[in-house]
């Protein structure tokens, strides 16, 4: 699926996660929320002590934000994704609210810890639009608030440089995805899904996701220019991420 052209001429990516890969990611990849909920809330005990405010960044269907809330977390989910949004508000009811955001453009809500699980930066157009939310995220967090993110480093590529395509199936799902690498800091993922409708006639839908991939080394010298002592580690905690995705950890100097 190629680009859309923009009211004013200019072209425009389609929305990522619409309604029928918003459903499947839902119902069949919300194992990765659950493999890193327990190491992200360690992170945020402190911020759960002081009743902190938790503003997580593409919150997807909630599967992360429900484990937020039943720690006893306030809660702020956003998203990119309107379906996205919607699944969330029926999966994780106990949020204060959920937002439409969209980095690195939208004002991030002023919050005692950011979190994001999903390398939702790495949606973003470029390596300068990664560093702007980057930038925005840190700007957003109070004194002593925590940073703990996931993101797809260059290692992401090289590790699926040659991946063939891949078939996962649901009960009411199929979804076809193809992966190329066309540039060391591009990853590209084009999906076919088929959701069936409730008549048992199914529903086709075509989404390109590109993803940037960065080298991030770089970042905690960057956090760190905008206040935030951050490192990059392997993990949240103790679960096993996906070759080339690391995390991006850090704290607000008060």
């Known amino acids: 699926m190629g680009d859309t052209e923009a009211v004013d ?13 918003a459903l499947i990611h839902h119902e069949g990849f919300g194992f990765h929320a659950d493999a890193c909920a327990p190491g992200i809330l ?11 405010l938790v ?12 484990h937020l809330v039943e720690a ?22 106990g949020a204060e609210d959920f937002r439409l955001l969209r980095l690195p ?17 790495s949606y973003l157009d470029d390596e300068a639009s990664v560093d702007l939310a980057l930038v925005a995220l840190a700007g957003a967090l109070r004194p002593g ?12 590529g090289i590790a699926r440089q040659h991946a063939p395509p891949q078939v996962w199936r649901g009960d009411r799902w199929v979804l076809v995805t193809e992966f190329s690498v066309p540039s060391p ?6 999906m076919t899904t088929f959701v069936r409708n409730p008549d048992g006639s199914w529903r086709r839908d075509d989404e390109r996701h590109d993803n940037v991939l960065v080298d991030t080394s770089r970042l905690p010298t960057l956090l760190g220019e905008h206040g935030v002592e951050a490192s990059v580690a392997p993990s949240f ?3 096993t991420l996906p070759a080339g995705l690391v995390t991006v950890i850090g704290r607000r100097r008060r």
Do not use: K
């Open 145 to 156: 608030g925590v940073l703990t993110i996931d993101l797809c480093d260059l290692a992401w």
């Open 55 to 66: 503003v997580e960044v593409g919150c997807g269907s909630g599967q992360l934000t429900r």
């Open 42 to 52: 360690e992170l945020l005990a402190p911020v759960r002590e002081r009743r902190g």
């Open 185 to 190: 800091n591009r990853f590209v993922r084009m």
């Open 105 to 121: 453009d939208d004002a991030v809500p002023s919050a005692d810890a950011i979190v994001s699980v999903g390398h939702v930066l």
């Open 72 to 93: 006893g977390h306030r809660v702020i989910a956003t998203d990119a994704s309107e379906a996205m949004l919607e699944l969330a508000r029926r999966h994780a009811p």
């Open 9 to 21: 001429g200019s072209t425009a990516r389609p929305p990522y996660y619409r309604e029928n890969l």
């Open 237 to 239: 905690g103790t679960e």
